[in-house]
């Protein structure tokens, strides 16, 4: 069974799962496929080559899947993949990949997109993420697993933000943020570890303890940082959350690593 409100567009083409709701006022474009249980509340567009995943709950006046505004893109036919469970608020922006970052933009499984938020052109947004009211992301910015970006905050083209990392609010972030790591400002300094966040998510007190110890030296002033991750690396060799920030901030990148202020460092 499929609700479709007398007053709602479906283009011929679209493809509509079971139990999908579409509410007053939307507009579904051809190649557009909704998965089981898809909701579009009202006043919704959906257009281009875009995927919603099943049981995503979409909210009055989002605009999904209209071309990128990047002037490089000439037309080419790209995609907007999104996962199941998500839910996306009123006003929301998702654009569709360009051939400079390979044609997709994609967002993960149960994340929270917040009213205002926008995700620009080739991003990756994987699971559990939650983007907070006006957060911004400009175009191939990666986003991992359960990171936070606060209100009206605004991350740089090609910036990385590792796994369970928080971005507060109103920040202006231009350069990597490492997993397990918390920024602020205009521009944006590593503020400390998400200790809140590794809390909430049962991570050991062991565990927490050692990545205390690991940023500690990762970002003292003593020698280069090339050689702290060797001491680090060499410390905390059999912890994989520790392991994790050596190897992100190893990773080839376009961006520097957003790094702490001295005072933050000690």
Known sequence: MVDIHSSAVIEQGAQLGEDVRIGPFCVVGGEVNLGDGVELVSNVVVAGDTTIGANTRVFPFASIGHPPQDLKYKGEHSRLEIGCNNIIREHVTINPGTEGGGLLTSVGNNCLIMVGAHVAHDCQIRDHVILVNNATLAG???????????????????????????????????????????????????????????????????????????????????????????????EFHDNEPVMEIVDFIRADSSRAICQPRLEDAA
């Open 140 to 234: 191939h910015v990666v986003v991992d697993e359960w990171a936070i970006v606060g209100g009206l905050s605004a991350i740089h083209q090609f910036v990385r933000v590792g796994r369970h990392a928080m971005i507060g609010g109103m920040s202006g972030v231009e350069n990597d943020v490492i997993p397990y790591g918390s920024v602020t400002g205009n521009r944006a300094h590593l503020s400390s570890l998400n200790i809140v966040g590794l809390r909430r998510r049962n991570f050991s007190r062991d565990v927490i303890h050692d990545l205390r110890k690991a940023y500690r030296l990762m970002f003292a002033p003593e020698g280069t940082l090339v050689e702290r991750l060797v001491d680090v690396a060499d």
